[in-house]
């Protein structure tokens, strides 16, 4: 049974730093594309960064520079690493895994997402 856990989430002050991590089971992690994508109160989900299994990364234009996507194939699990965090950054976050090397926002597998608030 395939699930994706993301964990965290939480309510930060805007500057401040978190990370995410998505613990991945029932599927050949190691050869799976991982992503994170975000949708923010009253948006569409938008994809944050991907990380394919040979090391190919994307990161979103709003988030390069402060936000870093790894992944540990040894413990199966993705992270968001999201510094100098800006109110804009707060939405439902989610752990997406494909088998493709760029994810498009509809297939793969998803977590049930960890909330982010940044907010002073």
């Known amino acids: 049974q395939v699930q994706l856990v993301e964990s965290g989430g939480g309510l930060v002050q805007p500057g401040g730093s978190l990370r995410l991590s998505c613990e991945a089971s029932g599927f050949i992690f190691s050869i799976y594309t991982m992503a994170w994508y975000r949708q923010p109160p009253g948006n569409q989900r938008e994809l944050v960064a991907s990380?394919?299994?040979?090391?190919?990364?994307v990161h979103t234009d709003s988030v390069k520079g402060r936000f870093a996507i790894s992944r540990d194939n040894a413990k199966n699990t993705v992270y968001l690493q999201m510094n100098s965090l800006k109110p804009e950054d707060t939405a439902l976050y989610y752990c997406?895994?494909?088998?493709?090397?760029?994810?498009?926002?509809?297939?793969?597998?998803w977590g049930q997402g960890t909330q982010v608030t940044v907010s002073s």
């Open positions: 990380l394919a299994h040979d090391g190919t990364t």
């Open positions: 997406n895994a494909v088998r493709y090397r760029f994810p498009d926002n509809q297939g793969g597998y």
